[in-house]
């Protein structure tokens, strides 16, 4: 069975710029969060999508927004990008009705921000 | 306010020997739920052990045990006859609902280093 996978693995942007990043979930899950992994605050929850609505949702400015798609695969965007946005973004997927430490993560993507 | 320390931002351990990671976790919900993953330098998170607030016994995953005790809300990590691959970063974490909640609550993370 495939693994969580996400593209792009590295991206770099600069100020202002948007971004869109894409991941697709181990097949049949339909949970898919999405986190932020920086040096100094660590992993904070952006936001978790289940059958194309948000679940829950982070404490991120409105910059922050995602979507899910009809096959379960997400995508999250950030725009106007800040040098602050440089982090590993993190998404991991789970099976409804699963135990909750049954999340099982992609790899990230390494967003550089200049 | 919900939160998880982890006091030891560097760990080094003999290869073969035990070690202790240590967390502190902070809520005031009744269920609750509390993981270690762990981050190699390839960025993934690996799921390594989990332990649910009215658990009776601490959870146990192989080589990985977690000492919980709920009255001074610790969760330790203990790794027995560590390995060189155990050397990465180590995160405690926090469901706030020990059911479906997938939103967790992360600390900074202790990083190990396995010497040979």
């Known amino acids: 069975k495939a693994g969580v996978t996400q593209t792009p693995r590295y991206l770099i942007k600069t100020r202002g710029q948007q971004v869109t990043l894409s991941c697709s979930p181990i097949?049949?899950?339909?949970?898919v969060s999405w986190y932020q992994q920086t040096p100094g605050q660590g992993l904070q929850f952006l936001f978790e999508?289940?059958?194309?609505?948000?679940?829950n949702k982070g404490n991120f400015p409105g910059r922050f927004s995602g979507r899910q798609f009809s096959n379960s695969r997400s995508e999250m965007n950030v725009s106007t990008l800040e040098l602050g946005d440089s982090a590993l973004y993190l998404c991991?997927?789970?099976?409804?009705?699963?135990?909750?430490?049954?999340?099982?993560f992609g790899p990230g993507t390494r967003l550089t921000v200049t | 306010a919900q939160k998880i320390t982890q006091t030891q931002p560097g760990m080094f351990v003999q290869e073969k020997e035990a070690v202790t990671l240590d967390c502190t976790y902070d809520t005031s919900d009744p269920s609750y739920g509390l993981f270690w993953y762990k981050q190699p330098s390839s960025g993934e998170m690996i799921f390594l052990i989990y332990q649910g607030s009215y658990d009776q016994q601490n959870a146990t995953e192989g080589r990985y045990s977690l000492n919980f005790q709920k009255a001074r809300k610790s969760a330790n990590l203990v790794i027995s006859a560590s390995q060189l691959g155990d050397s990465a970063m180590y995160f405690c974490?926090?469901?706030?609902?020990?059911?479906?909640?997938?939103?967790?609550?992360w600390g900074l993370g202790t990083s190990l280093a396995v010497n040979p």
């Open positions: 999508y289940f059958s194309e609505t948000q679940r």
């Open positions: 974490a926090m469901s706030p609902n020990a059911g479906n909640n997938r939103k967790l609550i």
């Open positions: 991991a997927s789970s099976l409804e009705g699963s135990s909750p430490y049954e999340q099982y």
């Open positions: 097949s049949g899950h339909r949970s």
